[in-house]
């Protein structure tokens, strides 16, 4: 209805005849009933239906382009019932976002960028896909779908449900759902922080018990230190628009309980959320020189206080050398030049053959000053290539630069080259502090080996071989050391190469059992009576299954890094579709 939408009186994509604007509303009185009909890229008309929308964001609800949101629950509907994202195989969402760019159009795209780059970081996070959208007919550009990061949005990952979650913001205020002694908690853990000594292992202790620390530094799939991607992807990507705005943290309500698997054991936990500030927060630059450190833990002024968390957790040893050594690993696999490009130019590859249509309805992006230029330019895509030009130049120089930072404010004075190899890649691999190298790891070239990563001065990392299934470990050739986990201390540029052998009294990993209908047997994680199959190790000693794969009628499905099974165990696999619930969950 074109009421609903532009006109003066109850128009909410007008400022229209509220002082503040009418965009700016919020509400159900503000909320508007649209018909949405989705296609496919060859034309097959997926969804056809109604739904509840309203105006969504902060800033952007003033950029020309704006962001709709739509409720799944609308009439005889409770959910969008559709496959959206190649990403993911959910195929039931409560709340979708069309996101029109960012408080300016010409941010876009770098929260899908961002959201690329990190993919894969065990951080939640939305998933996009780019759209064309057109609004009672008439073109409207480009836009991204992607889920509304709610209390529904963890429920769909976890199967929690939605009333035993609380989703927070960076103030601890409860966003859409959530119980408000979860409020109080985080703010009486930050109160907690303030009055000891976080350098004390009680105290830091204290908190480890109840946030997930390493999904705060970052949360990797197979190393009990797990990590620091949160702060290290903010960090990094140079979000300036972050700390005081945009931080997520959710929960499972309810008592802390250590016995159960992340995330139901109830620890608070963070998602990377709206980076269209990332890359050093100019829409029209991207600047790698950004000391997002600095920013992180600023110790004056307004922000100061949104930075103390993370300044208080610094103070411990254990953590900063956690947040650095992952820093590096990612620095040398998902944030490496190399890994950069690759996402840079699939990301242009996928909306170039569109932007200069989008250019033409919108004038972003744009390379005029003014308002009155840009109405005056020719709409072409020079600051579309241009900006490819800029994000390039960020992926190539941001590594080094976020380096420099660390040992600028940590004191440490130079950077290490270490070099890795293998006798054999058939028998086995390393894995360097918390990134195992093989064909899984970004960033790695063709041959795989010898590995080269740069690590900071002064900061010791472990050094792990893993054999595969049928061999083992023998020695490090430099030192013939015998033990398969050393500790390398930076000082200079070093090589290590580990020796396997086969094992010779090794058995097969069997596939022991399979239920090709199982309605009543075993259910999985989420209560849900999915098909299985089960592993068995018969051997006496622990094998590691990473890179290992499933193969049903040419389809492949790869093992994850870290999958270890325990001398004569045994693992379950579940046959559907699902890999969000999971890495025991096939696709």
């Given amino acids: 209805d074109y009421e609903d939408i532009f006109s003066n009186e109850s128009g909410y994509y007008v400022y229209g005849n509220e002082p503040d604007g009418n965009y700016s509303q919020k509400g159900e009185e503000w909320e508007r009933i649209i018909h949405i009909e989705y296609f496919d890229v060859d034309g097959t008309l997926l969804m056809d239906r ?22 799944g629950e609308t009439g ?3 959910n969008f019932n559709l496959e959206v994202f190649s990403s993911t195989e959910q195929d039931k969402f409560k709340r979708l976002l069309f996101k029109g760019g960012g408080h300016r159009l010409d941010c876009f795209p770098r929260d899908d960028l961002a959201n690329s780059i990190t993919k894969g970081l065990n951080v939640d996070q939305q998933n996009h896909k780019h759209v064309i959208v057109f609004l009672n007919g008439e073109y409207w550009g480009i836009h ?3 889920e509304r990061m709610d209390n529904y949005f963890f429920q769909n990952i976890y199967g929690i449900d939605d009333n035993d979650l609380s989703v927070l913001d960076q103030e601890y205020n409860i966003q859409s759902g959530g119980i408000g002694a979860d409020s109080a908690a985080m703010e009486h853990l930050e109160d907690y922080m303030d009055i000891n000594d976080m350098s004390d292992p009680i105290h830091y202790q204290h908190i480890a018990e109840r946030i997930d620390i390493e999904n705060y530094i970052d949360k990797t799939v197979h190393w009990t230190m797990d990590g620091t991607n949160y702060m290290c992807g903010e960090i990094f990507l140079s979000n300036e628009d972050w700390v005081y705005s945009n931080v997520v943290m959710w929960r499972k309500s309810g008592p802390l309980n250590p016995s159960l698997n992340s995330p139901y054991d109830g620890k608070f936990r963070w998602a990377y959320y709206d980076l269209d500030g990332a890359f050093g927060g100019s829409c029209n630059n991207a600047f790698y020189t950004v000391n997002t450190l600095a920013a992180a833990t600023i110790t004056e002024g307004i922000f100061s206080s949104y930075s103390e968390f993370f300044r208080d957790l610094l103070e411990n040893e254990d953590f900063k050398i956690k947040f650095i050594n992952r820093m590096s690993d990612l620095t040398n696999s998902w944030f490496k030049p190399e ?19 989008n250019v033409n309805r919108w004038r972003y992006p744009s390379t005029a000053g003014t308002l009155e230029a840009r109405y005056e330019e020719a709409p072409s895509l020079s600051q579309w290539y241009l900006m490819q030009e800029y994000f390039n130049r960020f992926a190539s120089r941001r590594p080094g630069k976020v380096r420099e930072h660390i040992m ?20 086995g691999t390393v894995q360097v502090n918390s990134i195992q190298i093989n064909r899984l790891l970004p960033g790695v070239d063709e041959s795989i080996y010898p590995w080269v990563g740069t690590y900071i001065d002064s900061i010791q990392l472990p050094l792990i071989a893993i054999a ?7 020695e490090w050739a430099e030192s013939g050391n015998t033990n398969d986990t050393i500790y390398w201390m930076p000082s200079g540029d070093s090589t290590f190469t580990a020796v396997f052998t086969p094992e010779d009294a090794y058995n097969s990993i069997l596939i022991n059992e399979v239920m090709l209908s199982n309605d009543i047997t075993i259910p999985d994680n989420y209560g849900d009576f999915d098909d299985w199959s089960e592993l068995y190790n018969p051997n006496d000693n622990v094998v590691d299954l990473s890179g290992c794969e499933f193969v049903k009628s040419g389809i492949r499905w790869t093992i994850p890094n870290g999958t270890k099974i325990g001398p004569n165990d045994y693992l379950i696999y579940w046959h559907d579709k699902e890999t969000y619930q999971g890495k025991s969950h096939i696709n």
């Fill in 408 to 427: 600028l404010k940590c004191d440490y004075p130079d950077t290490n080259k270490l070099t890795i190899d293998v006798n054999d890649q058939q028998m």
């Fill in 144 to 146: 991204s779908i992607k």
């Fill in 76 to 78: 005889e509907f409770t």
């Fill in 50 to 71: 109604d739904a509840r929308s309203r105006i969504h964001g902060g800033g952007s609800r003033h950029a020309p382009k704006k962001t709709l949101r739509m409720y």
């Fill in 468 to 474: 595969k299934p049928g061999y083992r470990f023998v």
């Fill in 339 to 357: 890994t950069l490009h690759q996402k840079i130019h699939a990301t242009y590859e996928i909306l170039s053959p569109e932007m200069l249509e």
